[in-house]
């Protein structure tokens, strides 16, 4: 980055700050952490993403879609303050425990989901007499939201696997659900006229939602569908495929490498569980936008019929694994 897009950058946070503090004085976020986070951002994404020095047309367009607010909540509970919490407990808690329900067999299964999520976003473990939260692994480069239902989903896997150790990507599904963008959302039946209007809905979008979800996990890299293979069809834990991918021989070796590295990067990095979901992440996200195109492009929906297939996406769609035909 060279010295004047690197200005630009500083002077467009310390407005972002400025404004994030302004609407939320008490949450103890210092410049140096907000201007941190969000350089690290940069460094991660934006700078090995090219050859050439990251523009300031690039900050600019990063900054437009960074979720300042949610970034700053974050990182405000991140150092455990009180009032952070208290906020994010108002605006979070209710969704994180709906979404747990959804994704979790039994209530008892959710409780304990949520609960457990709460410890990692807290941080228990402590590292150079830091306490380490969860909370800053989140970049604000999506939702606060989006990024808490993936959290869960993770945390839904963990305690399903621990409980019955590896089994097939079908029994986890008849079990807990399939989640993050590719939820297998467990709902309540509905009846009466409930159940008739349920059912329209359904009849004239499913068509329209599996059509375009296939669309886009064909449209995949070859790389990014192994990599969910790996993790939904062999049932790998991220340990494991971190592991994986530290073999010379093994194709995701030098994808992570090209895609992850800093060009002072080792050949041999080690791969962390953090990189591989991090691609995981990537690879959700990349379905959930091509399906999105899809529905828009060949289908014609509005933006509130794409919303309405989201919903579908997340049910049973009677179609067996959204992930089986990886692998073949």
């Not at 340990?239 to 490498?257: A, H, K, T, V």
Request: with cysteine; net charge negative; hydrophobic share 35%.
């Amino acid at each position: 980055m060279n010295p004047e897009t690197s200005q630009f950058l500083k002077d467009a946070v310390a407005e972002i700050y400025q404004r994030c503090e302004a609407e939320a004085p008490n949450l103890g976020v210092s410049l140096d952490d907000f201007a941190g986070s969000i350089e690290r951002t940069v460094a991660k994404y934006l700078e090995p993403a090219s050859d050439t020095p990251v523009t300031t047309e690039e900050i600019r367009e990063f900054l437009n879609n960074l979720q300042a607010n949610d970034l700053f909540l974050a990182l405000a509970c991140s150092v455990g303050n009180e009032r952070a919490w208290w906020e994010f407990d108002q605006q979070h808690r209710s969704y994180m425990e709906r979404v747990a329900r959804h994704l979790a067999k039994t209530e008892i299964d959710a409780t304990e989901v949520v609960d457990a999520v709460y410890v990692e976003l807290y941080g228990t473990r402590v590292v150079d007499g830091e306490r380490v939260s969860k909370f800053a692994l989140y970049s604000g480069r999506g939702s606060l939201r989006g990024w808490l239902r993936t959290v869960i989903w993770h945390s839904v896997v963990d305690q399903h696997r621990a409980g019955h150790g590896e089994v097939s990507l079908d029994e986890m599904t008849d079990n807990i659900g399939e989640g993050a963008a590719h939820a297998n959302f467990a709902i309540e039946n509905p009846t009466g006229e409930d159940a008739a209007e349920s059912d329209l809905i359904r009849s004239r979008y499913r068509s329209a939602t599996v059509e375009s979800l296939a669309a886009a996990m064909l449209s995949l890299d070859a790389h990014e569908r192994l990599l969910l293979k790996y993790y939904h069809v062999d049932g790998l834990k991220l340990r494991e495929i971190s592991r994986l991918s530290e073999n010379e021989n093994s194709p995701l070796r030098d994808w992570f490498q090209r895609r992850s590295q800093t060009r002072e990067a080792k050949p041999d990095a080690k791969v962390y569980e953090s990189t591989v979901m991090r691609w995981l992440e990537k690879s959700y996200a990349i379905i959930q936008q091509r399906f999105k195109d899809e529905l828009t492009s060949k289908h014609g929906l509005s933006a509130k019929e794409i919303e309405l297939c989201l919903d579908l996406a997340t049910e049973d769609l009677h179609s067996g694994s959204l992930f089986g035909n990886l692998g073949s």
